[in-house]
């Protein structure tokens, strides 16, 4: 738009120069590296990744770096690389109950198989700034234990075998939809549902679970567990006709725990809310859990009051990009728009004026 108007197309050049300049900072003090982004920022590169939808440190801290730290630029950054990439079909679900874990904690239950493991995790700091690490210097080693022996079952599969909790749903093999290729079409599944809300805003989806303990959900939830390590990724190639690993990623899986008090057809037991997401994000794996089980209200029979409950709000309005397209379009030029609203609230003024003058007097007539 900008370029349409005189010398704008010598204006976009020089603020894209200004805005490297500004990327780059004090030119007295180092670059800071993507290695340095990937190393140090794991938790905000982790989050690029979820939003983004594409599992890569280096392409995420790079779009960071690019992005001057804006974290929603960086995800539209991600997101318009993956565009390019080609697609060879879709890997079979990961086994997170083989995960190599690096966390584990659980809520409901002191003491599981395979124990709990605090890992690193800012629940048990005190939140003061700690000015040693503005000096810089060496960090001491963390202590190191042998893992527990045995596995690690999810908290979910106990209950289950109790018959205390819903099972979970059979893979019938039948496709998964895929909202990065094809638009939502309301109601949309539990998949697709799914795959939204991974690539939602977290906060968005952090306000929306919080909504959903305040009473606007009808949930009581538990953390059934929280697991944060990593898992194996296979893939089946068509001319093979078995999976083949292609490696290793890191996820946070969280298993929320929900009373339902039965129905007609199903017991009083515990429902599942479920949420993924890449590296270590907790606190959005925690609340897509939330949102993933107020989403199901109408699945298990209860009345949709809230817009946590409520699918084509909660889908049409959590993806942060299309959120930043349409608010942030307004800082582009509406010259004509505007000009057009000028006009008609100049002429409403004008009827307004005249409405409010009194009517004409009569020869003769005067007024008390």
């Known amino acids: ?26 030119p007295g003090v180092p ?13 905000l590169v982790d989050r690029v990744m ?8 280096g392409l995420a801290a790079l779009a960071l770096k690019q992005a001057r730290g804006d974290l929603i630029e960086a995800v539209f950054l991600v997101r318009a ?19 190599r874990l690096a966390r584990r904690v659980s809520a409901t239950f002191k003491d599981l198989p395979g124990g709990q493991v605090l890992g690193p995790t800012f629940d048990y700091t005190h939140r003061l700034l700690d000015f040693a690490l503005a000096a810089g210097g060496e960090v001491p080693a963390a202590a190191e234990a042998e893992p527990e022996p045995g ?15 819903e099972p979970s749903p059979p893979d019938e093999g039948a496709p998964v939809g895929d909202l990065t290729r094809e638009p939502v079409d309301y109601p949309a599944d539990r998949a697709v549902r799914l795959q939204a809300l991974a690539r939602g805003d977290e906060g968005f989806v952090l306000a929306l679970g919080y909504a959903t303990q305040r009473g606007y959900g009808r949930t009581h939830p538990f953390v059934g567990e929280v697991r944060v390590g990593e898992v194996e990724v296979e893939f ?19 298993q929320m725990v929900n009373q339902f008090k039965g129905n007609a057809t199903a017991p009083p037991q515990f429902t599942r809310g479920y949420g993924l997401a890449f590296g270590q994000c907790e606190r959005k794996a925690m609340a897509m859990a939330l949102v993933d089980r107020a989403l199901r209200a109408e699945e298990l029979g209860e009345p949709v009051a809230s817009p946590a409950q409520d699918q084509e709000f909660v889908l ?39 409405q409010g003058q009194p009517e004409p007097q009569q020869a003769g007539e005067t007024v008390e």
């Open 50 to 57: 979820t939003e983004g939808s594409l599992y890569d440190p």
């Open 1 to 26: 738009m900008y370029v349409a108007v005189k010398g704008g197309e010598a204006a976009i050049a020089n603020a894209h120069r200004l805005l490297a300049e500004a990327r780059r900072g004090d």
């Open 316 to 354: 049409a309005h959590c993806d942060a990009l299309q959120a930043t397209g349409f608010v942030e379009h307004l800082k582009l030029p509406h010259y004509v728009d505007f000009q057009a609203e000028l006009e008609l609230v100049r002429r409403m003024r004008a009827e307004h004026g005249r």
């Open 81 to 99: 690389y993956r565009t390019t990439l080609p697609r060879f079909g879709a890997g079979e679900p990961v086994e997170t109950g083989a995960m």
């Open 31 to 43: 670059d800071l590296a993507v290695e340095q982004i990937a190393g140090q920022m794991s938790l």
């Open 151 to 165: 596995p690690a079952p999810r908290v979910t599969d106990l209950l289950a075998g109790d018959g205390l909790i």
């Open 236 to 254: 089946t190639p068509e001319e093979l006709g078995f999976p083949v690993p292609l490696g290793r990623v890191a996820l946070t899986e969280c």
